[in-house]
């Protein structure tokens, strides 16, 4: 009944994604590319990670890490506002937004090893050949299918896939916070809700979460949405992911936290497939399939932005092919160097200085502008992003 009971509610959410009142909502179809970006992969490992690593205390560190975000996007939010409403930018603005753009290529480069691997692992998980070595080799082919797409066809050829996998992802999330409210109730009447103690603390507990902050990232894309909405809608929209995102969130890591004893399972890359298993057995399968899906046009929309960026940055003197062909060399020798959490780690590093680099150029408004307060704290951001990048550590396994 459970199962029967879950695909209803994944049903039901496609049915109301899909009403013309609200997939035509101007603000709506402008919050939805942030806001699968920000539950996107980050969904799929965080539960765990702080489940195991913080016990009782995790959703407070899932607000901490929402709300760090949130700030850095008012950053960006802020940028949206000036800088992008201002015909010519000075050329201290311009040199640090051609410094960021470059960063944020690179941040795709990596983000890209992020979400193959993640497809590596859910692939073969519910397979017997559920190896470290079979991921990889999954993680390695699904790389040369992007480079072939990139060379031959394009990425415009997927674009409908990406589209699709966006309610693909949101319904099963919807499906499966159905199923935790379920189980977490039935927890509690059978009283044995469990209050695990955090494994993690002071720095230690500080640089992993600094190493999480990609989890959390995907509001930016607001940003570069300027061709089909003007500045106040992508300020709406992400103010409105960011907000949804973090309710789904917190929600979802208090069910998890107090739902399950410690040792449920092995914390690994496909760890919340095992703790869903628990819940109800159609959840790993809607998952995998959530997983591969969203893993993979989450992969071509970053190759495509790298590509695009790289070439742009160089004057088109790189062609996008090459650019393919750099992201995905780069992306193999992460995959076969690297595990899952340390690219995470990587990933977050390098998003953080992306975040450093909007703080700073939302800073040189301010200061132009003399608004003093909003200076002290977009230096603030940018003295936080670079703690980030420094510091951030990936977990330990």
């Given at each position: 009944?459970?199962?029967?009971?879950?695909?209803?509610?994944?049903?039901?959410?496609?049915?109301?994604?899909?009403?013309?009142?609200?997939?035509?909502?101007?603000?709506?179809?402008?919050?939805?590319?942030?806001?699968?970006?920000?539950?996107?992969?980050?969904?799929?490992?965080?539960?765990?990670?702080?489940?195991?690593?913080?016990?009782?205390?995790?959703?407070?560190?899932?607000?901490?890490?929402?709300?760090m975000a949130y700030a850095f996007g008012?950053?960006?939010?802020?940028?949206?506002?000036?800088?992008?409403?201002?015909?010519?930018?000075?050329?201290?603005?311009?040199?640090?937004?051609?410094?960021?753009?470059?960063?944020?290529?690179?941040?795709?480069?990596?983000?890209?090893?992020?979400?193959?691997?993640?497809?590596?692992?859910?692939?073969?998980?519910?397979?017997?050949?559920?190896?470290?070595?079979?991921?990889?080799?999954?993680?390695?082919?699904?790389?040369?299918?992007?480079l072939i797409f990139g060379w031959t066809?394009?990425?415009?050829?997927?674009?409908?896939?990406?589209?699709?996998?966006?309610?693909?992802?949101?319904?099963?999330?919807?499906?499966?916070?159905?199923?935790?409210?379920?189980?977490?109730?039935?927890?509690?009447?059978?009283?044995?809700?469990?209050?695990?103690?955090?494994?993690?603390?002071?720095?230690?507990?500080?640089?992993?979460?600094?190493?999480?902050?990609?989890?959390?990232?995907?509001?930016?894309?607001?940003?570069?949405?300027?061709?089909?909405?003007?500045?106040?809608?992508?300020?709406?929209?992400?103010?409105?992911?960011?907000?949804?995102?973090?309710?789904?969130?917190?929600?979802?890591?208090?069910?998890?936290?107090?739902?399950?004893?410690?040792?449920?399972?092995?914390?690994d890359e496909t760890a919340i497939i095992?703790?869903?298993?628990?819940?109800?057995?159609?959840?790993?399968?809607?998952?995998?399939?959530?997983?591969?899906?969203?893993?993979?046009?989450?992969?071509?929309?970053?190759?495509?932005?790298?590509?695009?960026?790289?070439?742009?940055?160089?004057?088109?003197?790189?062609?996008?092919?090459?650019?393919?062909?750099?992201?995905?060399?780069?992306?193999?020798?992460?995959?076969?160097?690297?595990?899952?959490?340390?690219?995470?780690?990587?990933?977050?590093?390098?998003?953080?200085?992306?975040?450093?680099?909007?703080?700073?150029?939302?800073?040189?408004?301010?200061?132009?502008?003399?608004?003093?307060?909003?200076?002290?704290?977009?230096?603030?951001?940018?003295?936080?992003?670079?703690?980030?990048?420094?510091?951030?550590?990936?977990?330990?396994?």
């Open positions: 009944m459970l199962n029967a009971a879950i695909l209803t509610v994944v049903i039901a959410t496609g049915a109301l994604l899909l009403h013309p009142r609200l997939a035509n909502a101007t603000v709506w179809r402008a919050t939805v590319t942030p806001l699968a970006s920000i539950i996107g992969s980050g969904f799929l490992v965080i539960g765990p990670i702080l489940d195991f690593n913080f016990g009782l205390f995790a959703p407070l560190i899932m607000l901490a890490l929402t709300a008012a950053a960006i939010r802020y940028n949206i506002q000036t800088i992008d409403a201002q015909p010519e930018r000075t050329v201290w603005v311009e040199r640090l937004e051609v410094l960021a753009s470059l960063v944020l290529a690179f941040a795709y480069v990596i983000s890209v090893a992020y979400y193959l691997n993640l497809f590596g692992a859910f692939g073969i998980s519910l397979t017997a050949l559920d190896a470290a070595a079979d991921a990889r080799l999954l993680t390695t082919f699904m790389f040369f299918v992007i066809k394009g990425f415009s050829a997927l674009e409908r896939l990406e589209q699709i996998s966006v309610g693909l992802k949101l319904t099963i999330i919807a499906g499966l916070l159905f199923g935790l409210v379920v189980h977490f109730v039935n927890t509690v009447r059978a009283e044995e809700m469990p209050m695990n103690p955090a494994q993690v603390s002071g720095w230690s507990a500080l640089t992993l979460v600094f190493g999480l902050i990609v989890t959390v990232q995907g509001f930016e894309t607001s940003r570069y949405l300027g061709e089909t909405y003007d500045a106040r809608t992508r300020v709406r929209s992400m103010k409105l992911a960011q907000v949804v995102s973090t309710a789904i969130y917190v929600i979802y890591i208090a069910l998890l936290s107090y739902a399950f004893v410690p040792g449920t399972m092995d914390l095992d703790m869903m298993e628990i819940v109800a057995p159609i959840l790993p399968v809607l998952l995998v399939a959530a997983a591969l899906s969203a893993q993979f046009s989450a992969a071509v929309a970053d190759t495509s932005g790298s590509g695009g960026l790289i070439s742009e940055i160089s004057g088109h003197r790189i062609p996008s092919k090459l650019a393919y062909t750099f992201l995905v060399g780069i992306g193999v020798v992460l995959t076969w160097s690297l595990n899952i959490f340390e690219i995470i780690s990587y990933a977050s590093r390098a998003f953080a200085v992306y975040y450093a680099l909007q703080a700073s150029i939302a800073a040189l408004s301010a200061y132009s502008a003399r608004r003093w307060l909003s200076l002290v704290g977009f230096v603030s951001l940018a003295t936080l992003g670079v703690a980030i990048a420094v510091f951030g550590q990936p977990v330990e396994v």
